[in-house]
């Protein structure tokens, strides 16, 4: 039995979709001052052109879906660099979270990273992904990941 043309391209447009769609588009880095033995993190503030080890920063990353399908169940994932690592407060913080986004709509997530070495405004210090997502079409879709990422500089 042959697959049908028709199926065989509604396949490819979906492999398609996100690389042709969608848009991930990383915030400036903001630095968190914390007080040494803990305490309240002050506000953020902009980096200085550097970071510095263990100073703790985040950011946020815009993915827009630009298409007409309702992408859901999306995972991002955040990786390390060899300049910083991700930051979580709890063991719950480690485990992705999925989330949906209608046709021409926008969400922003918030990713915490801890410096492990001196940056000078040039360095990447993550890399986020679209790691997978279900189409309306009741069908799972899982990419590699790779085709859309951002890199994020401090």
């Not at 709509?105 to 070495?117: C, D, N, P, Q």
Request: with cysteine; glycine share 8%.
């Amino acid at each position: 039995m042959s697959e049908s043309p028709i199926l065989t391209q509604l396949l490819a447009e979906l492999a398609a979709y996100v690389k042709d769609c969608c848009t991930i588009t990383p915030s400036a880095v903001q630095k968190v001052d914390v007080p040494h033995g803990g305490g309240k993190a002050g506000p953020p503030e902009p980096p200085d052109g550097k970071l510095n080890p263990g100073e703790l920063f985040h950011f946020n990353v815009t993915i827009k879906n630009n298409g007409p399908l309702t992408m859901r169940n999306i995972i991002m994932m955040a990786d390390a660099t060899t300049f910083a690592e991700r930051h979580y407060e709890s063991i719950e913080d480690m485990a992705p979270t999925s989330f949906d986004l209608k046709a021409n709509a926008s969400k922003s997530i918030e990713f915490w990273y801890r410096a492990k070495a001196v940056t000078n405004g040039t360095k990447v210090v993550a890399k986020v992904r679209l790691v997978s997502w279900c189409a309306d079409l009741d069908g799972p879709f899982a990419g590699t990941g790779k085709d859309v990422e951002t890199k994020i500089e401090a």
